[in-house]
Every structure is written in C-alpha cells, then in structure tokens.
C-alpha cells in the first residue's frame, strides 16, 4: 500500500519524536491535520482501530512535542488511542500493516519500538505501572518524567482507583491524563461517567476550559486556578474535588483538540510536583465525520472507502457463536424472569444489544470490572436469580479470585458465557482465549462445557443454564458451521461424550481415536476421516466421560487430544491424567497451543502455522505414529 507522502510535507519529515521538536510551536496544528489525515488515509486502505486515535491526535502531538520521549515514559492505556504514536515514532510508513501477520501490533508493545514503554490491551493498567515508573525514576534521579493516559472507558475499573489511591499516599511526581470522551468502545456506564458528562454537557464546562487556557499561559497561576476552581465551585460534585481528596492536583476539563493550548498547559504541568490529574475533553473519531456520529460502529473497521458516508457491508455469513448466544439469552427470557445477564463493558461484542433493549431490568453492564461483574452475580445467584456472566476469555482471567472464592467455592448457580476463547487472532497475546481451560479445569465444583458447533452451543447454554451450580461454556471468536439449533428448552446430559466417527478398519492409523474438545471438530474430523481414525466429539471438559474412555483404550493403541487452548494443563491434561491415574498403558499425543504468548494473525493463519487445521494434525498424529 502506497500514501504519497509529497501529501504530508511535515509529517512526511517527521521520522521520530526529535523531528516533531524541531517544528516550531505555531506549525503543530498543521502537523495535527496532516496526523489524522494520514491515519485516515491509512486505516481505511488497510483495516484496524480508528475512532480512538482520531480523538488523541493533538494530545499526541502535544505529549512528544513537550516531553523528551524515549527517556521520558509515555504510557497509554489498553492502546486502541495509540496508532497516531506509531505514526509519530517511527513507524509511519508500516502502519499500514497493523493488526496483520508479521505486521506491526495492534497495541503500543515493547518488543518492537523503544517508545512503547508498557505492553498493553487490556484496560486500565496505566496508572499502575506509570507509578512503579515514577517510584523507580525518582530513585534513578536523572529527572525523568512519567506520563499516563487513560479514558473515561478504563477509568471504571477498580484498578484504576486502586493506582490513584496509592499514588495520591506516596506523592510521588507523575502526570496522569484523562481523556474524556464520554465513550470507550461500548457506551460507559456508571456514576463517576455519568458525573463527568453532566460536567462536560453544561455551561460550566465552557467556563472553566476557558479559563483554564489564559490562566495556565504562566506556571504560577497553576496553583491559583485550582483553588479558583474551588471557591467556584465548592459545593458542586465536580472531579477536582475527587481527585484532589485522593491527593492529586486537579487541572482542566480543557479542550483536548486544541493542540497550541494542551502544549502550555502540559508545559506548565511538567514540572509540578506530586500527582496531577489533567482532564482534557475529546471527541472520539473527530475529523471524520462518520466516526463523530458513530464512534462504536468505527471502534475498529474493515477497509473502506472515506468518501462514503458508511462502511462496507459485510458478506451475509453464518451467524456468530456472539448472536447464537445472544438470541439464547433473548429466548430463554422470554420463559423465565429469573435469568440476569451481566457484561463488564462488552454489550456489542457478547451479542447483547438486543437482549439489554428487550429486557432492560435484566441487563446489567458493570463497566470494565470484572472482578465486580463475577462477585456481583453470585449475590444475585444468593438472592435466588440465575445470572450469566457474558465475558471474553482473556477478560475472566481478571476476575478469577472471584471465580474461585465467591462462586466455585459456595457452589452457586452462575452460568458463564465465555467468548473469544482460543485463538481470536488480530489482537494478539493479550486477547487469545489460551488459558481457561487450564485455568478452570483445577476449580473444584465447576461444569465445563466447549461446544463444536451452533447447536451445540445452544444445548451447553441450556443445559448450563438449569444446572444448580457453576457452569462455564467456552466457545469461539467468529461463525459456526451453520448446524441447526435445537429447541430452546433442549439439554444434554452432563459428562456425557458423543462418538462422531467410529472405525472399523484394521490399519495402524484405525488403531488412533481422536478426543476433540470443542471448535476444532470440523478440522479434526477431516483429519479422522483421511487417517480412518475413530473421532470422539468430548463436549465435557469437566466431568470427563471417563466410561466412555474406558472402552476406547481397550480397541486403541493411540489417544490424539485436540484443542484450541494451551497444552499446559488443558483438555488433553486431563485425559492424560485420568489415563495415568488408572494406570493404562496407551500412548497419548496433545494437540494444542504451544507453551507460548501466540502472536497476532487471523485465526485461520495462526491455526494453520501452529498445526490446528486438519493438516496440521494429520501431519502430527502420522509424525507420532512413525516415531
């Protein structure tokens, strides 16, 4: 992909922040525009986060622009925000190979630019480690500065608080931003949001950002305009007054677009000491149009064409395990008003829009808290109702002491949907769903469940959903095989396997059975079919249909387990371990993910490069036949 870079004549010379330096203050507004027609110009030509980075264009010029980056620490929260950062340290003219195999990351990561000073993807770690960087910089005494920016979205997360608490105690010098603008990815929830956009929608807001720019043109002021905005505003709930009690120094909301005014203010702010708070007020997608109107829609995009007032229409395809979900949820409302569904900020991606329209007073979006999001549905499931916790796989992996120690060990009916698990693909190691499985499978009291295709997945929600106790069904990013749905009302009975192939030859590869745990059965039947091997559909990661392994070991000299989840302790771990635990003497091959942080690609090139296609594991299981 070419940009014609005669196009941008200052951003075409900008190949690191030093160059950005060197421009003088009055040429940053036409840097800016050149930035987000750039980004513009290159996300719709190759795909990938849009809205966010539109809004933080200034703010990132302004930030490298006054700070003397790599040496001083620039962390930006989960990332989505940070494509105009790529842009602006050296990456410009790879960006258009973001989010795809063997292209740049989809988040600011470590490994590839001395710039991305914390790894992320998941939300609201940047105080957190901003603090560690401030605590070790004060004692490396060289005058480093640390910056943190985090939005209004990641700003409802506990740990978020927890990191404000704690450097508010110890004082120590940093900068946090918080960029407001009124949206993550899904709309924000919660009454310190709500706070914020009943601030930010009145005529005060006006007033003070307007202040805010003449006061802060000179350092001494500073101090005067926070105790300004106290007398005026004293009384009021207004974030100063939340901010400064945790012990920050509060500034703003100003205008986050106005790039000339963010540079004095930041300059001002710069050298202040102790915790500061600087509120800036953005619009996520600002420039374009479209994404100003429908900020979730242009989150993350497909190519398409910038001139057209909307994005491509995809393909009509196979519905989504997110849909066949969410019209389960829909379904099983309909009979019983008992059902809570609870999300932790992830409404689109789980499938819930029309559930959460239809049934308002059982719907529930905590924000990004997933710790609260499992805790919270066991009080419900105390209470006598029967919660499902929609939640990425990557995502449970924050709440899972909660899991543990307020559902598994009082045995409470909640029923946790689990999406994105396995290989998800773009979003690289911070969002494959790798590690459930194993991290479930060791929790005493729990069901689970991995569906192979659309009906099954059905039948694993119903069946979990009537069962009195925790139950989890883990399933795939992306479309089923198009297999119909069962009646809704429809169970399976628990622990119980399902022969999908059965061999009658009498050839070494007919010695094989394949134990397949979830979405990879299509692949693995392809592979049983050209072997001639017996293929068992397991459905049950916990409880194992040990009596039905119990007969295959007597007919079979090889047991393949396939999965799309880490080796380490996964599905095929536990075949392993009852085999070992009955003392059979029968050779077991796993077929997994490696012991490995999996990088980012579609799911279809990283099942294949990792041998999870059928290929793949006809090239495995001959490979161990003939060794």
């Avoid at 995502?395 to 909660?402: E, I, K, P, S």
Wanted: charged share 20%.
């Amino acid at each position: 992909m070419t940009i014609n870079l005669a196009d941008y004549p200052l951003l075409a010379n900008i190949n690191s922040p030093d160059d950005l330096r060197m421009l003088d203050k009055s040429q940053l507004t036409q840097a800016s525009t050149e930035l987000r027609s750039y980004l513009l110009s290159s996300v719709s030509k190759s795909s990938g986060h849009f809205a966010s980075g539109l809004g933080t264009i200034e703010l990132t010029v302004a930030l490298h622009y006054v700070y003397k980056t790599p040496f001083d620490h620039l962390i930006w929260d989960v990332g989505h925000q940070a494509y105009p950062h790529k842009i602006l340290t050296g990456r410009r003219d790879q960006l258009h190979t973001i989010r795809q195999k063997d292209g740049l990351h989809p988040f600011p990561w470590r490994e590839e630019s001395e710039y991305d000073v914390l790894s992320v993807g998941h939300s609201s770690t940047s105080i957190s480690a901003a603090l560690g960087m401030a605590v070790a910089a004060e004692k490396e005494a060289k005058n480093r500065k640390v910056v943190a920016v985090i939005g209004d979205g990641a700003m409802t997360a506990g740990m978020a608080f927890e990191a404000l608490n704690h450097a508010g105690d110890i004082k120590s010098d940093m900068l946090v931003i918080l960029n407001d603008n009124e949206m993550s990815i899904s709309e924000n929830v919660g009454a310190l949001n709500n706070h914020f956009a009943k601030l930010l929608s009145g005529s005060i807001y006006t007033g003070i950002r307007e202040g805010s720019k003449r006061i802060l043109k000179g350092i001494p002021p500073i101090k005067e305009l926070a105790s300004r905005a106290e007398e005026h505003l004293k009384g009021m709930v207004v974030p100063s007054t939340f901010f400064e009690e945790l012990g920050f120094n509060y500034i703003g909301p100003i205008d986050g677009h106005d790039v000339n005014g963010l540079v004095d203010t930041i300059k001002n702010m710069r050298n202040l000491k102790g915790p500061q708070i600087l509120h800036i007020a953005t619009k996520k997608g600002k420039g374009y149009h479209a994404a100003e109107q429908d900020p979730i829609k242009y989150h993350a995009v497909p190519k398409f064409d910038p001139a057209q007032t909307s994005l491509p229409k995809s393909k009509p395809s196979l519905p989504t395990y997110s849909k066949i979900f969410g019209d389960w949820l829909c379904k099983t409302a309909e009979k019983n008003d008992s059902l809570i569904a609870i999300t932790p900020a992830m409404g689109e991606g789980s499938g819930m829009v029309e559930f959460s329209q239809r049934f308002p007073k059982q719907y529930f979006d905590v924000a990004i808290a997933e710790q609260h999001a499992v805790t919270f549905a066991a009080g419900l499931a105390i209470g006598g109702k029967k919660p499902v916790v929609a939640i990425y796989s990557s995502f449970l992996q924050r709440g899972y002491d909660q899991f543990i120690h307020d559902v598994a060990i009082q045995n409470l009916p909640v029923l946790f949907a689990i999406d994105r698990a396995g290989i998800v693909g773009a979003d690289g190691p911070t969002h494959q769903g790798s590690f459930d499985l194993s991290f479930m499978r060791c929790i005493p009291n729990i069901v689970i469940m991995a569906p192979s295709d659309e009906r099954e997945c059905q039948l694993m929600l119903t069946t979990g959903f009537n069962h009195n106790g925790p139950v989890a069904v883990r399933y795939p990013r992306g479309s089923g095989n198009g297999a119909s749905l069962p009646e809704i009302s429809e169970t399976i009975e628990i622990g119980k396997a399902k022969t999908i192939l059965q061999t009658t030859a009498d050839t070494t590869e007919s010695k094989v059975v394949i134990l397949n745990f979830g979405s990879t059965l299509d692949e693995a039947k392809i592979a049983a079919q050209q072997l001639n091997t017996t293929l068992i559909d397991m459905r049950f990661v916990k409880p194992l249909d040990s009596t039905l392994i119990d007969q295959v070991v007597k007919s079979h000299h090889v047991i393949v387990t396939v999965e799309d989840n880490a080796i380490a302790g996964g599905a095929g771990s536990a075949v392993n371990e009852y085999i070992l635990s009955q003392g059979i003497a029968i050779k077991i091959l796993n077929i997994g993910l490696p012991d490995t942080f999996i990088k980012h690609g579609t799911q279809q090139e990283i099942h294949q490069e990792l041998g999870l296609d059928s290929k793949g594991i006809i090239d495995k299981i001959t490979a161990f036949i003939q060794g």
